[in-house]
Each structure stands twice: as C-alpha cells, then as structure tokens.
C-alpha cells in the first residue's frame, strides 16, 4: 500500500493557499482548513480535489479517501481523530457536497 506522504508528494504544491473554507448545500460551514503545521497535507489534498472536481462530491470524497492511504483505516477506527477525513465520510454518506472557497 502506498503511504499518504509518498502520495502527498506528487500532488501539486498548495503554499499559496491560505485557508479553505468548505460549504454545505444550504450554505452553512462545513469546515475550515488553515494552512498550518499538522493540517498543510488536508490543504493539500482538499485543493487538489477542488481543482479536480469543482467541489467536495461524492467522487471526490472517494479520492480523498484513497489519497489519505493509512489514515483513511485510522479515521474509520478513531472518529473524530481525523476531522477533514471524517468530512469526506459524511459527503459520501449523506451525498451533499460541499463548495470549496481557497483563499490565497
């Protein structure tokens, strides 16, 4: 299996972005991602799924999952352990996606 640092790594460089602000289809916050120490990969992962995708959908949410490799396992063991893994769980659960606003 591929480990989440080996797949971070080919995924396009995200320092430029600041924060990520994640919505709900009736648009209430979902989440907040700020670019600091201990959530610089979930900035990373979060906007490449946006440039993919356009928002937070359910493909989307499966990516992430995939991208997230051994802590994807660990979220599923430890709710709550992994916040912005957790998302993707209830974007994939409840099929809502989320809107996706990066500030620079």
Known sequence: M?????ILATL????????????????TQAGLI???PGSQGSIKVYHHLWKKYGSI???????????????????ESNAGKHPNID?????????????????I
Request: hydrophobic letters at 35%; charged letters at 30%.
């Open 87 to 103: 998302r993707l769980f209830t974007v994939i659960k409840s099929n809502n996606p989320l809107t996706v606003k990066i500030d």
């Open 34 to 36: 700020e670019n600091k």
């Open 2 to 6: 591929t480990k989440f640092s080996e």
């Open 57 to 75: 959908n359910t493909d989307a949410a499966k990516d992430g999952l995939v991208i997230y490799a051994e802590h994807t396992s660990d979220a």
């Open 12 to 27: 396009e460089p995200a320092d430029h972005v600041q924060k990520i602000e994640l919505f709900n289809p009736d648009g």
